[in-house]
């Protein structure tokens, strides 16, 4: 089970951190995904850290102000974002993988387990 908490309301240019803890898995021997949807949109693609080498890949709409970050003892994933702005806004999921590939990062459905998602705000 997956669990993601973390978001709420902000101003444009505030910093949140969303986080994804797991019970039943170890979230270190999985590739684990950040998605977000906005309302009326489709699930779309964040950040993913990947199990095997540790690699992490952003959007590009988020990179240089979303990192992901890892906590093994708690068994727990962090997505730091910093500089929100309201395009930002939508109800951010955690999801986890066994057997993601590097082509499939973006493909909601190639991620099996999912969180029940945290709602991010940004107002301008």
């Known amino acids: 089970q997956l669990q993601a908490s973390g978001g709420g309301l902000v101003q444009a240019g505030d910093s949140l951190r969303l986080s994804c803890a797991a019970s039943g898995r170890t979230l270190s021997r999985n590739s684990v995904g950040w998605f977000r949807q906005a309302p009326g949109k489709e699930r779309e693609f964040v950040a993913t850290?990947?199990?095997?080498?540790?690699?992490?890949v952003y959007a590009d709409s988020v990179k240089g102000r979303f990192t992901i970050s890892t906590d093994n003892a708690k068994n727990t994933v962090h997505l730091q974002m910093t500089n929100l702005k309201p395009d930002d806004t939508a109800v951010y999921y955690c999801?986890?993988?066994?057997?993601?590939?590097?082509?499939?990062?973006?493909?909601?459905?190639?991620?099996?387990?999912w969180g029940q998602g945290t709602q991010v705000t940004v107002s301008s």
């Open positions: 999801a986890t993988s066994s057997t993601l590939i590097f082509s499939e990062i973006s493909n909601p459905r190639s991620y099996h387990y």
């Open positions: 850290k990947f199990r095997s080498s540790n690699n992490i």
